[in-house]
Every structure is written in C-alpha cells, then in structure tokens.
Nanobody, 117 residues
Framework: QVQVVESGGGFVQAGGSLRLSCKASRMITSVFNSDTMGWFRQLPGAQREFVAGINRLGSTTYADPAKGRFTISRDNAKKTVYLQMNSLKAEDSGVYFC????????WGQGIQVTVSS
C-alpha cells in the first residue's frame, strides 16, 4: 500500500527553484516520526537514486549533486517531508519520489520535475 503522496513538481527554467512536498498521511505516525525519510529521483534512462535524507532528529545527508543546492526538511506534526531545490539544472530533470530510507515501503507515483536549459 502506497503511503506517501508527492507534490510540488513542475516546469522551471535553469537557475530556478521548486519546493517538493511529501505527505505520508497513510503512514503510522510513530513510524514516520522515528524513521529516516528521504527523497529519491529517477532521471531519464537511469535507475532511481538517493537525493537527500533526514533522520528523526533532523540530521540531514545529501548526495553530491544535491549538496549546496537542495535542502530537505520535515514537519513531524504534519507527517510531511519537503525538498527545497534551488539553482536547478537541466540535469535535475526527472521523477522525484519520497520514501523511508532504510526500509522503503511501496513507491508512490512520484512527481515530475522538468528544468529547461
């Protein structure tokens, strides 16, 4: 059963910004609050890859392409994870997903991000 719904994607010019949201409304609150949540992406012709993660204490990790440009955050009360993406590049275009990092559940549909050069 899909437990998350991603939103906030769209079309933006290179150098622009987008803020993605991931609502985990179907996830048990105690599970969401205790698990490391992350954003992943699947670029055209590539496998899904890790982008950023945030643990229950708010500590964050980023893949190299995201460092310095993306910021992950979470609101446990809303069971929502965010990804603020700045200075977007054409090579960031793809489908973005969120999920638990250590024990991923079913994947949602993701959200399309398209960056024009």
């Amino acid at each position: 059963q899909v437990q998350v719904v991603e939103s906030g994607g769209g079309f933006v010019q290179a150098g622009g910004s987008l803020r993605l949201s991931c609502k985990a409304s179907r996830m048990i609150t105690s599970v969401f609050n205790s698990d490391t949540m992350g954003w992943f992406r699947q670029l055209p012709g590539a496998q899904r890859e890790f982008v950023a993660g945030i643990n229950r204490l708010g500590s964050t990790t980023y893949a190299d392409p995201a460092k310095g440009r993306f910021t992950i955050s979470r609101d446990n009360a809303k069971k929502t994870v965010y990804l603020q993406m700045n200075s977007l590049k054409a090579e960031d275009s793809g489908v973005y997903f969120c999920n638990k990092v250590e024990t991923p559940g079913s994947w949602g549909q993701g959200i399309q991000v398209t960056v024009s050069s």
